[in-house]
């Protein structure tokens, strides 16, 4: 698996054509019979752990990630086609780290790279979402089949300083045609 490519360089639409071109494996049509835990855990930091130890090779992480699954009663699941293992996660199994915006207002248009190296642009489809929590704000971006990133303070940061010099009516962004609103 090649290394993701580096954000800085890449453009809104490098990366919605990344995004479009990243054909990730069908695991919404698994359905194995469960086969045990999986001995592993997602930080809330983002980091990955087996057995207690952190995963460090970033391409086993990514392979893993692409075979992460949401259950219906809100579980996490590591699955293929002759596999099921359960995984825990603190939060949320994928951390924002970095956002790149382009436009202003209603044209703007904000991309996240994950710790992963995934790349999701917010949208109708991908939206952002800020749940308000005894330690404050936690804002989520929506990756793909009821998972989320945790999106990191920094890229918080960013993102409450463009919500908050914008001329809307509350406080919020706006990406790829939809506004979503900073409180929760």
């Known amino acids: 698996m090649a290394p993701p490519p580096d954000f800085d360089t890449l453009t809104i639409a490098d990366i919605a054509r990344l995004a479009d071109g990243d054909r990730l494996p069908p695991v919404e049509r698994w359905n194995p019979a469960h086969c045990g835990d999986s001995e592993m855990r997602i930080a809330r930091d983002g980091t990955w752990y ?5 995963i460090t090779r970033p391409a086993m992480v990514r392979a893993f990630s692409r075979i992460l699954r949401r259950e219906s009663d809100g579980g996490y699941v590591l699955v293929t086609p ?34 992963t190296g995934e790349l999701v642009t917010a949208s109708a489809t991908h939206p952002l979402r800020f749940a ?27 993102l409450a300083e463009r919500a908050l010099a914008g001329d809307d009516a509350g406080p919020g962004v706006w990406s790829a045609g939809t506004f979503f609103a900073l409180q929760a």
């Open 132 to 158: 308000e929590q005894a330690d404050g704000p936690h804002p989520y971006l929506h990756v793909r089949g009821g998972l989320e990133a945790l999106i990191a303070r920094p890229v918080y940061y960013e």
């Open 82 to 115: 002759v596999e099921k293992l359960d995984i825990a996660v603190e939060d949320a199994p994928f951390v924002a780290v970095e956002m790149k915006a382009e436009g202003e207002g209603r044209d703007a248009t904000l991309a996240f790279r994950l710790n």
């Open 50 to 54: 087996h057995q207690g130890a952190p």
